[in-house]
């Protein structure tokens, strides 16, 4: 029972690459999310997906873009990345009653 | 949406149980109040979610008052491995089926030997 499954787990980039986390989930859940985390602060919302065919702006979406592939599959996407992307982003999938998020288990991105 | 607020750190003795209280004064009438866990490396963890009253599962109770204004997250006996930060989330419906966690710091559980 996999859950929530996130690729790469590390990854460096350069200043200006760009690349694409990968997340996808078992659970048949619609809702999918992207997460970033910064050290010793709480996970900021990123960009959503209430179902396949629909994503929307979270709290800090600037310099990403999200692609909900199928229901199982939700990727993000860094086109030019900076160095404030450094940081662990998380990947979630939540059911319809809300009450309860699985999350996967982070990718840890440096950009130099 | 309802703001939370919990304390930063709390330190504990093993097998001593721990009581970490959140306050959401502006809890809406369907809102639920939810507690994950977060380890090192690691992303966080549901552990716990209540209306009203008390739940109680094998890993937490969950206290909750009647104007569910705050709640309690209780761990019995904490052993070394409870050593992790804890959020208190009210899950807030944001349409089409789906819901939104808003994360603050949440509260650092470190468990002395």
């Known amino acids: 029972n996999a859950g929530v499954t996130q690729t790469p787990k590390f990854q460096v980039l350069k200043t200006g690459q760009s690349m694409t986390l990968q997340c996808a989930q078992d659970?048949?859940?619609?809702?999918m999310y992207w997460y970033r985390q910064d050290p010793g602060m709480g996970l900021r919302l990123i960009y959503y997906?209430?179902?396949?065919?629909?994503?929307d702006k979270g709290e800090v979406p600037n310099g990403y873009n999200v692609s909900r592939l199928n229901k199982r599959e939700f990727s993000l996407r860094l086109e030019s990345a900076a160095p404030s992307q450094t940081s662990v982003y998380f990947c979630?999938?939540?059911?319809?009653?809300?009450?309860?998020?699985?999350f996967g288990q982070g990718t840890r991105l440096t950009v130099v | 949406l309802a703001k939370t607020t919990q304390p930063i750190s709390m330190d504990s003795y093993e097998g001593q149980e721990v009581n970490i209280t959140c306050s959401h004064n502006n809890i809406a009438t369907n809102d639920y109040i939810t507690w994950y866990q977060q380890f090192p490396s690691q992303g966080p963890r549901f552990i716990i979610q209540g209306y009203k009253t008390k739940v109680t599962n094998e890993v937490a109770s969950l206290f909750i008052p009647a104007d569910r204004k705050s709640s309690t997250l209780s761990l019995p006996r904490v052993s070394l491995s409870d050593t992790a930060v804890y959020y208190c989330?009210?899950?807030?419906?944001?349409?089409?089926?789906?819901?939104?966690?808003?994360f603050g710091k949440g509260t650092k559980l470190s468990v002395i030997p």
């Open positions: 659970m048949n859940h619609n809702s």
């Open positions: 997906s209430a179902s396949e065919g629909t994503t």
């Open positions: 989330l009210v899950p807030t419906y944001s349409g089409a089926g789906s819901y939104q966690l808003t």
């Open positions: 979630a999938s939540s059911d319809q009653t809300g009450g309860r998020f699985f």
